[in-house]
């Protein structure tokens, strides 16, 4: 009765490879959620009264999610974005921020400029000429 076991499993060896898991995210060396918030609200103009308002949140859960919170209810989460001008992947830090994004205090403002009278419109381009033209001729000076 010594009978042979046969072993189904020939070319495992090269499918492990394919399927071995990914490595362990550190979560001490990722920023938290919290952090991140914090830094796109700030980035985007907003204190956290302002996020609050522009969101129908609360201050204070706002300050909670960004000092307490690991995750935000997901309801929440394209709301934030939104808002932030960002997207749901940048706040939860699976994608990394871009790096290079639009000041959001001026493009607010400049919408509200767009919803003024045209006589107010071209006074308030006057006075952004006058300072584009003095920090043209500062950085010509600047260089001779």
Known sequence: MNSKILVYNKGQDSIKEKMDMPKKIN?????????????LRNAAGYSQRDL??????????????????????????????????????ELLGMKKTNGSKKDMRLWRRFSKVEQMNTKEKRQVLQILDTFIEKDRLKKKVAAI
């Open 52 to 89: 609050a308002r522009e969101t129908g949140v609360s201050q204070r859960m706002i300050a909670y999610y960004e000092k307490q919170a690991k995750y935000p209810p997901t309801h929440l989460l394209p709301i934030l974005a939104e808002a932030l001008g960002t997207t749901a992947d």
């Open 27 to 39: 979560i001490n060396e990722t920023e938290s959620f919290g952090n991140r918030m914090a830094k």
